[in-house]
T-cell receptor, first 115, second 114 residues
């Protein structure tokens, strides 16, 4: 079965602190990609970061880093130095190279950043 | 701004009707994906086109159909609409055919079926 699990429906973090959003996945495919998207209250989906299943180094994009542990099938998002504008819904997704790259999404984690 | 455009932004219609949602991908992107986001189902993949050809199909109802035109824009047609079709419909585009690269999402079309 192909599945993405985000176990934290909601999280709070203090401004300027780091926060980790959890994501685990299940697949028997060897080639896949892991993605994180941000959805603010305005509704758009904003791409944050990507990790390929064969990438040995963890991906980083500015304040975002992806903690990829292949053996544990986890792809946690770390946001450093949280900002008020980081308050949003965050979705973990998995893409399958042998299926055109369709994404399956987790249920999301709502992050609230406190001043 | 992702560079992906979707029209209309909002659509309100009645049960039994038919609507067409339109998407223009980012310049240079050949892959177009359609997703549906609803409160009960979450985000679900519907269908993918690459350079005019259907590449992958997900949980797309038979009442729904899509196509990608030679200029690479895509349309999603929803017919015999039901209350449960009310959702946010996203189009996304990517330069890669197999998902090796990120997908950029448009702003979405919010469909309300009354």
């Amino acid at each position: 079965a192909q599945k993405i699990t985000q176990t934290q429906p909601g999280m709070f973090v203090q401004e300027k602190e780091a926060v980790t959003l959890d994501c685990t996945y299940d697949t028997s495919d060897q080639s896949y990609g892991l993605f994180w998207y941000k959805q603010p209250s305005s509704g758009e989906m904003i791409f944050l970061i990507y990790q390929g299943s064969y990438d040995e180094q963890n991906a980083t994009e500015g304040r975002y880093s992806l903690n990829f542990q292949k053996a544990r099938k986890s792809a946690n998002l770390v946001i450093s130095a949280s900002q008020l504008g980081d308050s949003a819904m965050y979705f973990c997704a998995m893409g399958f190279y042998n299926q055109g790259g369709k994404l399956i999404f987790g249920q999301g984690t709502e992050l609230s950043v406190k001043p | 701004d992702s560079g992906v455009t979707q029209t209309p932004k909002h659509l309100i219609t009645a049960t039994g009707q038919r609507v067409t949602l339109r998407c223009s991908p980012r310049s240079g992107d050949l892959s177009v994906y359609w997703y549906q986001q609803s409160l009960d189902q979450g985000l679900q993949f519907l269908i993918q086109y690459y350079n005019g050809e259907e590449r992958a199909k997900g949980n797309i109802l038979e009442r729904f159909s899509a196509q990608q035109f030679p200029d690479l824009h895509s349309e999603l047609n929803l017919s015999s609409l039901e209350l449960g079709d009310s959702a946010l419909y996203f189009c996304a585009s990517s330069v890669a055919p197999h998902g090796e690269r990120e997908q950029f999402f448009g702003p979405g079309t919010r469909l309300t079926v009354l």
